[in-house]
Protein backbone atom coordinates (compact mmCIF):
# COMPACT_ATOMS: atom_id res chain seq x y z
CA UNK A 1 0.00 0.00 0.00
CA UNK A 2 1.37 3.29 -1.25
CA UNK A 3 0.58 6.80 0.53
CA UNK A 4 -0.09 8.60 -2.54
CA UNK A 5 -3.11 6.99 -3.79
CA UNK A 6 -4.45 6.87 -0.18
CA UNK A 7 -3.94 10.14 0.70
CA UNK A 8 -6.10 12.39 -2.25
CA UNK A 9 -8.59 9.64 -1.54
CA UNK A 10 -9.02 10.30 2.22
CA UNK A 11 -8.82 14.07 2.09
CA UNK A 12 -11.60 14.10 -0.69
CA UNK A 13 -13.22 12.90 1.43
CA UNK A 14 -12.90 14.75 4.02
CA UNK A 15 -13.08 17.78 2.28
CA UNK A 16 -16.71 16.66 1.65
CA UNK A 17 -17.80 14.97 4.57
CA UNK A 18 -15.72 16.69 7.27
CA UNK A 19 -18.07 17.39 10.85
CA UNK A 20 -18.74 20.20 11.72
CA UNK A 21 -17.65 20.94 14.66
CA UNK A 22 -17.37 24.58 17.15
CA UNK A 23 -13.72 23.99 17.43
CA UNK A 24 -13.05 23.21 14.38
CA UNK A 25 -12.32 25.21 10.84
CA UNK A 26 -14.20 23.93 7.95
CA UNK A 27 -11.74 22.65 5.01
CA UNK A 28 -12.96 24.94 2.46
CA UNK A 29 -12.00 27.84 4.83
CA UNK A 30 -8.78 26.41 6.20
CA UNK A 31 -8.01 26.25 2.13
CA UNK A 32 -9.14 30.30 1.82
CA UNK A 33 -6.36 30.60 4.86
CA UNK A 34 -8.50 30.63 7.50
CA UNK A 35 -6.79 28.86 10.82
CA UNK A 36 -8.12 26.79 13.91
CA UNK A 37 -7.99 29.03 17.48
CA UNK A 38 -5.48 27.11 19.28
CA UNK A 39 -6.98 28.11 22.45
CA UNK A 40 -10.41 25.99 21.10
CA UNK A 41 -8.11 23.22 19.29
CA UNK A 42 -6.41 22.52 22.87
CA UNK A 43 -9.73 22.63 24.89
CA UNK A 44 -11.48 20.49 22.84
CA UNK A 45 -8.39 18.32 22.90
CA UNK A 46 -8.33 18.02 26.54
CA UNK A 47 -12.52 17.54 26.62
CA UNK A 48 -11.83 14.79 24.48
CA UNK A 49 -9.59 12.54 26.17
CA UNK A 50 -11.56 9.60 27.25
CA UNK A 51 -14.69 11.69 26.17
CA UNK A 52 -17.08 11.39 23.54
CA UNK A 53 -17.85 14.70 21.09
CA UNK A 54 -21.36 14.64 22.01
CA UNK A 55 -20.58 14.39 25.71
CA UNK A 56 -18.03 17.00 25.25
CA UNK A 57 -19.24 19.59 23.08
CA UNK A 58 -21.95 20.96 25.62
CA UNK A 59 -18.68 21.52 28.26
CA UNK A 60 -16.51 22.97 25.41
CA UNK A 61 -19.43 25.45 24.48
CA UNK A 62 -20.17 26.69 28.67
CA UNK A 63 -16.21 27.32 28.93
CA UNK A 64 -15.84 28.58 25.67
CA UNK A 65 -18.95 31.58 26.88
CA UNK A 66 -17.59 31.57 30.16
CA UNK A 67 -13.73 32.01 29.43
CA UNK A 68 -13.49 32.87 25.71
CA UNK A 69 -9.97 33.11 26.33
CA UNK A 70 -6.57 31.14 27.46
CA UNK A 71 -6.11 34.57 29.28
CA UNK A 72 -9.73 34.66 30.58
CA UNK A 73 -9.37 30.43 31.73
CA UNK A 74 -5.96 31.53 33.42
CA UNK A 75 -7.69 34.27 35.36
CA UNK A 76 -10.34 31.92 36.65
CA UNK A 77 -10.72 30.79 40.49
CA UNK A 78 -9.72 26.97 40.90
CA UNK A 79 -12.74 25.74 42.25
CA UNK A 80 -15.35 27.73 39.53
CA UNK A 81 -12.95 25.31 36.54
CA UNK A 82 -13.41 22.15 38.97
CA UNK A 83 -17.22 22.79 38.91
CA UNK A 84 -17.20 23.57 35.23
CA UNK A 85 -15.30 20.13 34.41
CA UNK A 86 -17.95 18.38 37.14
CA UNK A 87 -19.31 15.24 34.94
CA UNK A 88 -16.00 15.24 32.12
CA UNK A 89 -14.35 13.06 34.81
CA UNK A 90 -10.25 12.27 34.75
CA UNK A 91 -10.44 15.77 37.25
CA UNK A 92 -6.77 15.42 36.74
CA UNK A 93 -7.03 16.89 33.50
CA UNK A 94 -9.02 19.97 34.98
CA UNK A 95 -6.18 20.64 36.87
CA UNK A 96 -3.56 20.48 34.06
CA UNK A 97 -5.91 22.63 32.39
CA UNK A 98 -5.38 25.43 34.96
CA UNK A 99 -1.76 24.78 34.91
CA UNK A 100 -1.10 25.15 31.34
CA UNK A 101 -3.33 28.18 30.81
CA UNK A 102 -1.70 29.84 33.15
CA UNK A 103 1.57 29.02 31.72
CA UNK A 104 0.49 29.86 28.45
CA UNK A 105 -1.10 33.28 29.85
CA UNK A 106 1.93 34.71 32.08
CA UNK A 107 5.24 32.77 30.30
CA UNK A 108 3.62 33.31 26.30
CA UNK A 109 2.05 36.33 26.66
CA UNK A 110 -0.98 34.44 26.32
CA UNK A 111 -0.16 33.14 22.63
CA UNK A 112 0.27 29.22 22.13
CA UNK A 113 3.95 28.36 21.11
CA UNK A 114 3.30 27.10 17.25
CA UNK A 115 5.70 23.77 17.44
CA UNK A 116 5.07 20.50 18.77
CA UNK A 117 8.34 20.78 20.79
CA UNK A 118 6.85 24.05 22.19
CA UNK A 119 4.02 22.78 23.14
CA UNK A 120 5.00 19.39 24.66
CA UNK A 121 7.10 22.36 26.87
CA UNK A 122 3.72 23.25 28.20
CA UNK A 123 2.87 22.00 32.07
CA UNK A 124 0.08 19.13 31.81
CA UNK A 125 0.14 18.94 27.87
CA UNK A 126 1.45 15.35 26.28
CA UNK A 127 2.27 13.85 23.43
CA UNK A 128 -0.83 13.43 21.88
CA UNK A 129 -2.16 17.00 22.68
CA UNK A 130 0.90 18.30 21.66
CA UNK A 131 1.24 16.88 18.13
CA UNK A 132 -3.12 17.25 17.91
CA UNK A 133 -2.48 21.38 18.37
CA UNK A 134 0.27 21.60 16.28
CA UNK A 135 -1.34 20.12 13.46
CA UNK A 136 -4.90 20.81 13.46
CA UNK A 137 -4.04 24.51 15.42
CA UNK A 138 -0.12 25.79 12.96
CA UNK A 139 -0.50 22.95 10.49
CA UNK A 140 2.87 21.40 11.30
CA UNK A 141 3.44 17.93 10.37
CA UNK A 142 2.92 16.03 13.56
CA UNK A 143 1.56 12.55 13.62
CA UNK A 144 -1.70 12.52 15.71
CA UNK A 145 -2.67 8.96 16.54
CA UNK A 146 -5.79 8.60 19.01
CA UNK A 147 -8.11 5.87 19.44
CA UNK A 148 -9.70 6.58 16.30
CA UNK A 149 -6.20 6.29 14.26
CA UNK A 150 -5.26 3.48 15.76
CA UNK A 151 -8.04 1.63 14.77
CA UNK A 152 -7.69 2.80 11.16
CA UNK A 153 -4.17 2.09 11.28
CA UNK A 154 -4.93 -1.42 12.74
CA UNK A 155 -7.21 -2.41 10.06
CA UNK A 156 -5.54 -0.53 6.96
CA UNK A 157 -2.31 -3.06 7.90
CA UNK A 158 -4.00 -5.60 9.43
CA UNK A 159 -1.59 -5.68 12.51
CA UNK A 160 -1.93 -8.77 14.26
CA UNK A 161 -0.08 -7.89 17.51
CA UNK A 162 -2.99 -6.73 19.93
CA UNK A 163 -3.29 -3.30 21.82
CA UNK A 164 -2.09 -1.83 24.37
CA UNK A 165 1.29 -3.42 23.10
CA UNK A 166 0.62 -2.83 19.11
CA UNK A 167 0.30 0.96 20.27
CA UNK A 168 4.18 1.88 19.23
CA UNK A 169 3.53 -0.09 16.08
CA UNK A 170 0.33 1.33 14.75
CA UNK A 171 1.92 5.35 16.04
CA UNK A 172 5.26 4.47 13.25
CA UNK A 173 2.54 3.30 10.25
CA UNK A 174 0.31 6.71 11.34
CA UNK A 175 3.62 8.46 10.67
CA UNK A 176 4.83 6.99 7.75
CA UNK A 177 1.28 8.59 6.28
CA UNK A 178 1.94 12.13 7.48
CA UNK A 179 3.14 14.67 4.76
CA UNK A 180 3.85 19.05 4.86
CA UNK A 181 0.51 19.04 2.81
CA UNK A 182 -2.15 19.52 4.76
CA UNK A 183 -1.02 17.68 7.86
CA UNK A 184 -3.85 19.75 10.01
CA UNK A 185 -6.47 18.50 7.81
CA UNK A 186 -4.99 15.12 7.27
CA UNK A 187 -5.10 14.57 11.02
CA UNK A 188 -8.48 15.51 11.13
CA UNK A 189 -9.35 13.28 8.27
CA UNK A 190 -8.33 10.09 10.38
CA UNK A 191 -10.49 10.80 13.31
CA UNK A 192 -13.24 11.54 11.48
CA UNK A 193 -12.84 8.43 9.25
CA UNK A 194 -12.57 6.56 12.55
CA UNK A 195 -15.74 8.51 14.13
CA UNK A 196 -17.86 8.06 11.68
CA UNK A 197 -16.76 4.74 9.63
CA UNK A 198 -14.60 2.69 10.76
CA UNK A 199 -16.28 2.52 14.19
CA UNK A 200 -15.41 0.07 16.53
CA UNK A 201 -18.50 -2.17 15.77
CA UNK A 202 -20.41 -2.71 12.41
CA UNK A 203 -17.93 -0.60 10.51
CA UNK A 204 -19.28 0.71 7.29
CA UNK A 205 -16.93 -0.34 4.53
CA UNK A 206 -18.77 -0.01 2.11
CA UNK A 207 -18.76 3.82 2.70
CA UNK A 208 -15.01 3.76 3.43
CA UNK A 209 -13.03 6.20 1.12
CA UNK A 210 -10.05 3.85 1.34
CA UNK A 211 -11.58 0.53 1.27
CA UNK A 212 -9.60 -0.47 -1.71
CA UNK A 213 -6.48 -0.29 0.51
CA UNK A 214 -7.62 -1.78 3.96
CA UNK A 215 -5.98 -5.19 4.42
CA UNK A 216 -8.02 -6.14 7.52
CA UNK A 217 -11.49 -6.18 4.73
CA UNK A 218 -9.21 -8.29 2.80
CA UNK A 219 -9.43 -10.68 5.50
CA UNK A 220 -13.16 -10.37 5.17
CA UNK A 221 -13.32 -9.85 8.85
CA UNK A 222 -12.46 -5.95 9.53
CA UNK A 223 -14.48 -6.08 12.81
CA UNK A 224 -11.97 -8.05 14.26
CA UNK A 225 -9.34 -5.67 14.17
CA UNK A 226 -7.47 -3.85 16.52
CA UNK A 227 -6.54 -7.37 18.26
CA UNK A 228 -7.29 -6.57 21.52
CA UNK A 229 -6.27 -9.31 24.81
CA UNK A 230 -9.25 -9.71 27.39
CA UNK A 231 -9.22 -7.16 30.23
CA UNK A 232 -8.68 -8.16 33.64
CA UNK A 233 -11.93 -7.88 35.75
CA UNK A 234 -11.82 -4.84 37.82
CA UNK A 235 -11.40 -4.57 41.39
CA UNK A 236 -14.58 -3.94 43.44
CA UNK A 237 -14.95 -1.55 46.28
CA UNK A 238 -17.69 -0.69 48.93
CA UNK A 239 -18.09 2.47 51.00
CA UNK A 240 -20.86 4.86 52.32
CA UNK A 241 -21.93 8.31 51.44
CA UNK A 242 -23.77 10.39 54.10
CA UNK A 243 -25.94 12.80 53.18
CA UNK A 244 -26.53 15.12 55.78
CA UNK A 245 -28.94 17.81 55.24
CA UNK A 246 -29.81 21.08 57.12
CA UNK A 247 -33.08 22.03 55.89
CA UNK A 248 -32.65 22.85 51.84
CA UNK A 249 -28.96 22.37 52.14
CA UNK A 250 -26.82 19.57 52.37
CA UNK A 251 -23.49 19.02 53.52
CA UNK A 252 -20.31 18.52 51.37
CA UNK A 253 -16.17 18.19 51.77
CA UNK A 254 -13.77 19.42 49.66
CA UNK A 255 -11.63 15.70 48.67
CA UNK A 256 -7.56 15.88 49.01
CA UNK A 257 -5.97 18.22 46.27
CA UNK A 258 -3.91 14.92 45.20
CA UNK A 259 -5.46 11.35 44.08
CA UNK A 260 -9.09 10.28 42.87
CA UNK A 261 -11.55 13.66 42.22
CA UNK A 262 -8.65 15.09 43.54
CA UNK A 263 -9.90 18.96 45.49
CA UNK A 264 -13.44 18.19 43.76
CA UNK A 265 -16.37 19.27 45.93
CA UNK A 266 -17.67 15.45 47.50
CA UNK A 267 -20.22 13.98 50.00
CA UNK A 268 -18.30 12.99 52.89
CA UNK A 269 -17.66 9.33 52.48
CA UNK A 270 -15.85 6.24 54.22
CA UNK A 271 -12.99 5.12 52.86
CA UNK A 272 -13.53 2.75 49.67
CA UNK A 273 -12.13 -0.71 50.71
CA UNK A 274 -12.53 -4.53 49.45
CA UNK A 275 -15.16 -5.29 52.03
CA UNK A 276 -18.34 -4.19 52.88
CA UNK A 277 -19.13 -1.80 55.93
CA UNK A 278 -21.22 -2.87 59.03
CA UNK A 279 -23.74 -1.24 60.21
CA UNK A 280 -21.91 0.16 63.08
CA UNK A 281 -18.56 0.44 61.05
CA UNK A 282 -21.11 2.81 58.77
CA UNK A 283 -22.31 4.62 61.72
CA UNK A 284 -18.91 5.25 63.10
CA UNK A 285 -17.17 6.81 60.12
CA UNK A 286 -19.90 9.41 59.69
CA UNK A 287 -19.40 13.10 60.03
CA UNK A 288 -21.75 14.18 62.43
CA UNK A 289 -23.52 12.91 65.58
CA UNK A 290 -27.04 12.05 63.65
CA UNK A 291 -30.21 9.81 63.15
CA UNK A 292 -28.82 8.26 60.48
CA UNK A 293 -31.41 5.67 58.10
CA UNK A 294 -30.18 3.72 55.27
CA UNK A 295 -32.09 5.11 51.93
CA UNK A 296 -30.40 2.26 49.20
CA UNK A 297 -27.14 2.58 47.75
CA UNK A 298 -25.57 3.10 44.18
CA UNK A 299 -23.23 1.52 42.00
CA UNK A 300 -20.81 3.61 39.91
CA UNK A 301 -17.93 2.40 37.44
CA UNK A 302 -14.22 3.85 37.05
CA UNK A 303 -11.48 2.89 34.71
CA UNK A 304 -9.53 0.79 37.63
CA UNK A 305 -12.13 -0.26 39.67
CA UNK A 306 -16.27 -0.20 40.41
CA UNK A 307 -17.66 0.97 43.27
CA UNK A 308 -21.04 0.07 45.53
CA UNK A 309 -21.54 3.63 47.92
CA UNK A 310 -24.12 2.59 50.20
CA UNK A 311 -26.30 5.41 51.47
CA UNK A 312 -27.46 7.14 54.95
CA UNK A 313 -29.00 9.98 55.09
CA UNK A 314 -30.09 12.27 57.88
CA UNK A 315 -31.21 16.09 59.13
CA UNK A 316 -28.49 17.44 61.44
CA UNK A 317 -25.30 19.74 61.71
CA UNK A 318 -21.54 18.92 61.38
CA UNK A 319 -18.35 20.63 61.44
CA UNK A 320 -15.84 21.29 58.80
CA UNK A 321 -18.60 20.92 56.23
CA UNK A 322 -19.72 23.11 52.81
CA UNK A 323 -23.24 23.58 53.30
CA UNK A 324 -24.50 23.81 49.45
CA UNK A 325 -28.36 24.72 48.23
CA UNK A 326 -29.68 21.11 46.58
CA UNK A 327 -30.06 23.16 43.37
CA UNK A 328 -26.52 23.46 43.38
CA UNK A 329 -25.54 19.71 43.72
CA UNK A 330 -25.37 19.36 39.43
CA UNK A 331 -21.55 20.60 40.11
CA UNK A 332 -20.64 17.45 41.82
CA UNK A 333 -18.85 14.86 40.30
CA UNK A 334 -21.21 12.15 38.65
CA UNK A 335 -20.33 9.64 41.30
CA UNK A 336 -21.35 11.69 44.12
CA UNK A 337 -24.37 13.75 42.19
CA UNK A 338 -25.93 10.15 41.35
CA UNK A 339 -25.43 9.28 45.64
CA UNK A 340 -26.85 12.88 46.61
CA UNK A 341 -30.41 12.45 44.21
CA UNK A 342 -30.88 8.92 45.26
CA UNK A 343 -30.35 9.62 49.03
CA UNK A 344 -32.37 12.99 48.72
CA UNK A 345 -34.86 11.25 46.81
CA UNK A 346 -35.68 7.79 48.71
CA UNK A 347 -36.76 9.56 51.97
CA UNK A 348 -39.30 11.98 50.08
Not at 13 to 21: F, G, I, P, V
Not at 35 to 62: G, I, N
Request: hydrophobic share 45%; proline share 9%.
Amino acid sequence: MSPPPLRPALLAWYDANARDLPWRVRPQHHAAGVRADPYRVWLSEVMLQQTTVPHATPYFLKFLARWPTVTDLASAPDADVMAAWAGLGYYARARNLLACARAVANDHASVFPDTEEGLRALPGLGPYTAAAVAAIAFDRPANVVDGNVERVMARLFAAEQPLPEAKPELKRLAAALVRDDRPGDWAQALMDLGATVCRPKQPLCDRCPVAAHCAALATGAPETYPRRIAKAERPHRYGVAYVLTRGDEVALVRRPPKGLLGGMLALPTSEWRAERWSDGEALSAAPADAAWRGVGEVEHGFTHFTLTLQLLRAEGDAPDVIWSPRRDLDALPSVFLKAARAGLTNLL
